[in-house]
T-cell receptor, first 113, second 114 residues
Framework: GESVGLHLPTLSVQEGDNSIINCAYS??????FIWYKQESGKGPQFIID?????DKRQGQRVTVLLNKTVKHLSLQIAATQPGDSAVYFC????????????FGGGTRLMVKP | NAGVTQTPKFQVLKTGQSMTLQCAQD?????MYWYRQDPGMGLRLIYY???????DKGEVPNGYNVSRLNKREFSLRLESAAPSQTSVYFC?????????????FGPGTRLLVL
């Protein structure tokens, strides 16, 4: 079946560098995407979202890029900090699924001091 | 606002025992969800409730039952726990309607079935 997936299970970056976390999706009907951050022992925390009528959205130090041509989603974190160390999940919603989300497997971001 | 709260935080069960995981939200959201998360994996939907009075199966409903007690509360019951149900369980809620798909998660319940 169609699903959301991630290219890299673990990403290690130096403090201060920019991080890019990638996500591939295969459901062409998906029209809403979310990035979540999950710190150890905690529940997923909303970071940023984007709708399919946009290709870029910026937040504080984070940017989400959506490439519908190749069904690819990325999360960019500027000036990565130790507090950014966590597992990041992308999730998609397709227009016939109500409010249900399909989650990817997650990427662990490790920030080296 | 406390957001989404879950109890208990941690539980150990023996095979065959039963228990109920509690979830409550104070954001006046219509939809609520139960997920399980196994080590190194993403979230899998067990059951959801699109609105008060309705519940539907998700991806992995076997071995579980749910009750949408009222708009605020959504409980998950394990009637006869099995070691395969050892997992971290997350409850989430969301407003209802187009443009309101974002789900907000509780802190999780860690369940160990021996």
């Amino acid at each position: 079946g169609e699903s959301v997936g991630l290219h890299l299970p673990t990403l290690s970056v130096q403090e201060g560098d920019n991080s890019i976390i990638n996500c591939a999706y295969s459901n062409s009907a998906s029209d809403y995407f979310i990035w979540y951050k999950q710190e150890s022992g905690k529940g997923p925390q909303f970071i940023i979202d984007i709708r399919s009528n946009m290709d870029k959205r910026q937040g504080q130090r984070v940017t989400v890029l959506l490439n519908k041509t190749v069904k690819h989603l990325s999360l960019q974190i500027a000036a990565t900090q130790p507090g950014d160390s966590a597992v990041y999940f992308c999730a998609e919603n397709y227009n016939n699924a109500g409010n249900m989300l399909t989650f990817g497997g997650g990427t662990r971001l490790m920030v080296k001091p | 606002n406390a957001g989404v709260t879950q109890t208990p935080k941690f539980q150990v069960l023996k095979t065959g025992q039963s228990m109920t995981l509690q979830c409550a939200q104070d954001m006046n959201h219509n939809s609520m969800y139960w997920y399980r998360q196994d080590p190194g994996m993403g979230l899998r939907l067990i059951y959801y409730s699109a609105s008060e009075g309705t519940t539907d199966k998700g991806e992995v409903p076997n071995g579980y039952n749910v009750s949408r007690l009222n708009k605020r509360e959504f409980s998950l019951r394990l009637e006869s726990a099995a070691p395969s149900q050892t997992s971290v369980y997350f409850c989430a809620s969301s407003p209802k309607g187009i443009g309101q798909e974002t789900q907000y998660f509780g802190p999780g319940t860690r369940l160990l079935v021996l």
